[in-house]
């Protein structure tokens, strides 16, 4: 079963720095999809960014950026001049066949 | 707004109560998925429906059913509550079955307490 791990429950940042939040998954199979999500205090969840495991570059979305190393299983974001509306929850998300398998997430905290 | 909806927003009951959770997805979305989100747990697949046939199972008590109608709204029935079952519970929605390409879109949630 495809497992995911985000190793770090809680990051803080000051307001226009730039941070990586970390993500690690498991899985045998070599076509997949994987995802951040964030959930601000209002508990919506909002998709950021998606990767396609057969796509070696990068995926890019404004400030944010994933670090995608497939042989590694490692998928992090780097959120680049972090803004006051960028605290949340993010969760890491890998699709499996027709469900997703989330992280425990990774409480963002953007001092000001 | 990503133009899928949930009702109610949030429902308190009683322990041994049923409740029904609606959902309509996006417009032209075949898929529905139901997750649970509760703090030991964390977000967890129930089930999914594709253009109202059942599709997918995931951890989903025996307490707890869905359906797909018709007109591709979907409800999630949760019976005999426990205190246990008290969560955030989500519908997303996605284009099609077509696995990989098919980003999932989620509603606000419904915020269910059993008390």
């Known amino acids: 079963a495809q497992t995911v791990t985000q190793s770090q429950p809680e990051m803080s940042v000051q307001e226009a720095e730039t941070v990586t939040l970390s993500c690690t998954y498991d899985t045998s199979e070599s076509d997949y999809y994987l995802f951040w999500y964030k959930q601000p205090p209002s508990r919506q969840m909002i998709l950021v960014i998606r990767?396609?495991?057969?796509?070696?570059q990068n995926a890019t979305e404004n400030r944010f950026s994933v670090n995608f190393q497939k042989a590694a299983k490692s998928f992090s974001l780097k959120i680049s001049d972090s803004q006051l509306g960028d605290a949340a929850m993010y969760f890491c998300a890998y699709r499996s066949a027709e469900k997703l398998v989330f992280g425990q997430g990774t409480r963002l905290t953007i001092n000001p | 707004d990503s133009g899928v909806t949930q009702t109610p927003k949030h429902l308190i009951t009683a322990t041994g109560q049923r409740v029904t959770l609606r959902c309509s997805p996006r417009s032209g979305d075949l898929s529905v998925y139901w997750y649970q989100q509760s703090l030991d747990q964390g977000l967890q697949f129930l089930i999914q429906?594709?253009?109202?046939?059942?599709?997918a199972k995931g951890n989903i008590l025996e307490r707890f059913s869905a359906q797909q109608f018709p007109d591709l709204h979907s409800e999630l029935n949760l019976s005999s509550l426990e205190l246990g079952d008290s969560a955030l519970y989500f519908c997303?929605?996605?284009?099609?079955?077509?696995?990989?390409?098919?980003?999932?879109?989620f509603g606000p949630g419904t915020r269910l307490t059993v008390l």
């Open positions: 990767q396609e495991a057969y796509k070696q």
């Open positions: 997303a929605s996605s284009v099609g079955v077509a696995g990989f390409t098919d980003t999932q879109y």
């Open positions: 429906y594709y253009n109202g046939e059942e599709r």
